[in-house]
């Protein structure tokens, strides 16, 4: 009997697959470690086979842990949005390095583009803005300087990595889902599908790119070498879209907040799609049945990887963990503020050319205070979306959180505190992965909605304001101001 549904998760540091029970319960998981290229500054790549092998490593343990092919329903992707990869239809074998969201090569093009006078359309069509972050102007820069693509001609195949990994477990099914074409700037989101004028102004061909689909239904089969059985894939989003699903934000206003290498902020506005005027983005949040639900999405390029930076590069901390003790060490942060514009700042400043600071330093500050400020720049940043989401008429009556981060209950408590409202965390932070698992379900028919399915969601903890007005005052003051030297610079 099928029992189970199998996730794979790609993440952007990570690849992990999880193996759901029916009422949401994770029985175990998979992950290996997913390497980063930094070929020089502002260019972030992957290593697309290495993503593949990978996945299939991690898929094929939890299919083993299951009993079998057999006991697997179907399987749900999720994926870092963006990143996209070239291959060779005949082989699906990769073709180039993965282009990752987080790289800024394309950033002179965007500028021009936006000089140009293209934006306007740009975000009319697409919900989103001329910024090296979306996938379209990373399509068309590779198309240019990467001959082996060229040479490819007709065998030629793009796609973001949900596409690249159904492509390869299919043995060549070249699909992608409505959610993570949103992301590409090469799909009009209003009728659904790809754009001939922004496919000319990025310089994408049509034929080159796969067809788009519901995020849930009958989207393809495993061949049966993979998992010693075909199953079925039914389930499919990009990682953010995933985990507003998998917090159950199905009424319009409803909030999300993934704190994993970046942070981005959904909220639902239902089959409207409405169009910021503060520089957030407007994005499908599933499609099902071909009727698009949207969202308004503010995204933070720089969260859990910031931790990573003082671990890792700075050597302030040995362990993620150690961030909580330190802030709790230190009364406030004394004077210190850190802007983590470590690959320029998203929204609502969209500034890819600026550069992170660490501001208010004296012989007083210690290690503990930059690592509280760190941390308090989660909620600094949030602050600002919150701002620009309530300008668009789409403010937070409470916020839903998730990803790696969240863990930290002082980061959690900070938040409730700076934004002033309800701040919920469930028990299963892993968000992502559940909403994946949640559209696989719906669409092999375990549950009807996905309404019906956010039963899978579990328990909850919530953290309350707590902090007095005027000291939260003094820290917006503070924040603020460091952040103001960054963007005149």
């Known amino acids: 009997m099928s029992e189970y549904i199998l996730v794979i998760d790609e993440g952007t540091t990570s690849t992990r697959a999880v193996l759901f029970t029916a009422d949401g319960s ?10 980063q290229h930094y070929p020089q500054p502002g260019l972030v790549e992957h290593d697309a086979e290495e993503i593949w092998n990978l996945t299939l490593s991690c898929a094929q343990a939890m299919v083993a842990k299951a009993g079998g092919a057999d006991r697997i329903a179907s399987i749900g992707i999720t994926n870092q949005r963006e990143t996209i990869v070239f291959w060779d239809k005949r082989t699906g074998k990769p073709l180039a390095p993965a282009i990752v969201w987080q790289d800024r090569r394309t950033a002179d093009i965007c500028a021009a583009m936006k000089d140009q006078g293209e934006e306007p359309v740009v975000q009319a069509k697409t919900g989103l803005l001329l910024d090296p972050y979306f996938s379209g102007s990373k399509i068309g820069w590779a198309l240019e300087n990467w001959p082996q693509l060229k040479e490819a001609g007709a065998n030629l195949a793009v796609g973001t990595v949900e596409s690249y990994l159904v492509y390869r477990l299919t043995g060549g099914s070249h699909i992608t889902d ?37 995020c849930a239904g009958e989207l393809g089969t495993t061949l049966p070498e993979h998992f010693g059985g075909a199953i079925r894939i039914s389930g499919m989003a990009g990682d953010q879209q995933a985990a507003t699903i998998g917090q159950g934000c199905f009424a319009v206003g409803q909030t999300k907040a993934t704190f994993g290498t970046g942070a981005f902020v959904l909220t639902q506005t239902g089959t409207t799609l409405r169009q910021s005027r503060h520089r957030l983005l407007s994005t499908i949040l599933y499609q099902l049945n071909g009727e698009r639900h949207y969202a308004l999405e503010g995204s933070v390029f720089v969260a859990g990887s910031l931790v990573q930076w003082l671990r890792d590069d700075l050597g302030l901390i040995s362990h993620a963990a150690e961030t909580e003790p330190l802030a709790r060490s230190v009364a406030d942060n004394g004077g210190v503020y850190l802007v983590p514009a470590l690959s320029g700042l998203g929204a609502p400043h ?28 989660m909620a600094h940043q949030t602050y600002d979306l919150k701002t620009a989401f309530a300008a668009d008429g789409a403010d937070w009556a409470e916020l839903r959180i998730d990803g790696g981060m969240v863990a930290n209950d002082w980061m959690a408590q900070d938040l409730a505190d700076m934004l002033a409202i309800d701040v919920e965390r469930p028990a299963f932070v892993e968000t992502t992965a559940l909403g994946a698992a949640m559209l696989a379900s719906v669409g092999c028919g375990l549950y009807p909605t996905l309404e019906d399915a956010a039963i899978m969601r579990g328990g909850v903890t919530r953290f309350a304001p707590m902090l007095e007005p005027e000291a939260r005052e003094v820290r917006l003051s503070g924040w603020t101001n460091a952040l103001a030297r ?4």
Not at 26 to 35: G, Y
Not at 194 to 211: K, Q, S
Not at 354 to 369: D, E, Q, V
Not at 486 to 489: C, E
């Open 26 to 35: 994770a029985v175990d998981s998979c992950q290996r470690p997913l390497t």
């Open 350 to 377: 969209w500034r890819p050319d600026a550069r992170a600071t660490i501001s208010g330093l004296s012989f007083a500050a210690t290690k503990a205070h930059v690592a509280r400020a760190a941390l308090e720049a």
């Open 486 to 489: 960054v963007l005149q610079h």
């Open 178 to 214: 409505a959610s993570n074409a949103a992301r590409t700037a090469l799909m009009a989101i209003g009728s659904g599908g790809w754009d001939d004028g922004l496919m000319d102004l990025f310089g994408v061909p049509r034929d080159i790119l796969p067809e788009i689909t519901d």
